[in-house]
């Protein structure tokens, strides 16, 4: 049973920074591609970012190029999303999502019917 628990959430000023953390348990974690998605109070879920599998490929949403950074750390199976000059619009529940690749692979996914699994999310809040 694969679980994610996002972590690193919370109120922070406009301006500011935060680093929220997704931890893995259950299967390999370095065989998953991931992702972190958002979802604002009567707003659908939308894609932040996301990192392969293997050698380092990442994407971003045009909304948080720039701003925003994912990484992720194989050996403590934690995948991270360092977000600086934070705006009201980026309040949202923030999820991390991984998707099994079974091979080596440098591609990235941006669609969340491309997952396989999520977590709960945690809140973030930006006030203005």
């Known amino acids: 049973q694969v679980q994610l628990v996002e972590s690193g959430g919370g109120l922070v000023q406009a301006g500011g920074s935060l680093r929220l953390s997704c931890a893995v348990s259950g299967r390999t974690f370095s065989s998953y591609a991931m992702g972190w998605f958002r979802q604002a109070p009567g707003k659908e879920r939308e894609f932040v970012a996301a990192?392969?599998?293997?050698?380092?490929?990442?994407g971003y949403a045009d909304s948080v190029k720039g701003r925003f950074t994912i990484s992720r750390d194989n050996a403590k199976k934690t995948v991270y999303l360092q977000m600086n000059s934070l705006k009201s619009e980026d309040t949202a529940v923030y999820h991390c999502?991984?998707?099994?690749?079974?091979?080596?692979?440098?591609?990235?996914?941006?669609?969340?019917?491309?997952?396989?699994?999520w977590g709960q999310g945690t809140q973030v809040t930006v006030s203005s």
């Open positions: 990192i392969s599998r293997s050698f380092g490929g990442t």
């Open positions: 999502a991984a998707k099994e690749i079974t091979y080596l692979s440098g591609s990235y996914y941006s669609g969340s019917n491309e997952y396989d699994f």
